[in-house]
């Protein structure tokens, strides 16, 4: 069974700190590429940022960029996305997905909203 497992959300105040994991299970974690989503109230989802599970490769939407870093230990299957100076605007549930990377280039550095496996979401907010 496949399942990404998203967790590290909470309550923080603006200039804070949180540290995401997405702990991936249920399928191989090297062939895939991870993208953390957010979708706050009302508004669509959006890709925030995404690894290539293989070799490292990062990407960055332009209003995370210098803030959030996205990074991966292959040997526990698990991407983490550490955001600092949180900003209110950044208040929204953030999911992780998995996309199939190794024969489609799929996942990163593009997003696209029909990644394979989505997990259930956890919720940052962000308090000014």
């Known amino acids: 069974e496949v399942q990404l497992q998203a967790s590290g959300g909470g309550l923080v105040q603006a200039g804070g700190s949180l540290r995401l994991s997405c702990v991936a299970s249920g399928f191989i974690f090297d062939e895939y590429a991870i993208g953390w989503f957010r979708q706050a109230p009302g508004k669509q989802r959006e890709g925030v940022s995404c690894?290539?599970?293989?070799?490292?490769?990062?990407y960055y939407v332009d209003s995370v960029k210098g803030r959030f870093t996205i990074t991966k230990d292959n040997a526990k299957s698990t991407v983490y996305l550490q955001m600092d100076n949180l900003k209110p605007e950044d208040t929204a549930v953030y999911y992780c997905a998995a996309d199939y990377h190794k024969t489609t280039g799929r996942g990163c550095p593009g997003f696209r909203q029909s990644y394979d496996y989505w997990g259930q979401g956890t919720l940052v907010t962000v308090s000014s």
């Open positions: 690894i290539v599970s293989s070799d490292g490769t990062t």
